[in-house]
């Protein structure tokens, strides 16, 4: 079996720089850019990014954390069960 690499934070920089251009070098989609290159490349390559929350938690065998948007904090994603919504 081959073993697969995570891109480079140069390779995932020259795919959003073509998602830049291929969109008519419109302003203002960076970030946009940045996570449609990172995440198609990751595809192609066949590994979760091992950096992200999700990633994290599956390999600690817990559930993803969601950060906060207003606050900056982490909080715990809600578990659903039959019952209800409750968070751990």
Do not use: F, N
């Not at 203002?28 to 994290?56: C, M, N, V």
């Amino acid at each position: 079996m081959s073993e697969r690499k995570v891109p480079t934070a140069e390779q995932i920089e020259q795919r959003a720089y073509e998602l830049y251009l291929e969109r008519g070098c419109e302003d203002g989609h960076d970030l946009a850019d940045w996570l449609a290159a990172e995440k198609e490349l990751i595809e192609l390559s066949g590994q979760p990014p091992s950096g992200t929350p999700k990633a994290r938690a599956a390999s600690a065998g817990e559930q993803p954390t969601l950060a906060s948007a207003d606050s900056g904090s982490v909080t715990q994603s809600p578990i659903r069960s039959k019952g209800g919504i409750s968070t751990k």
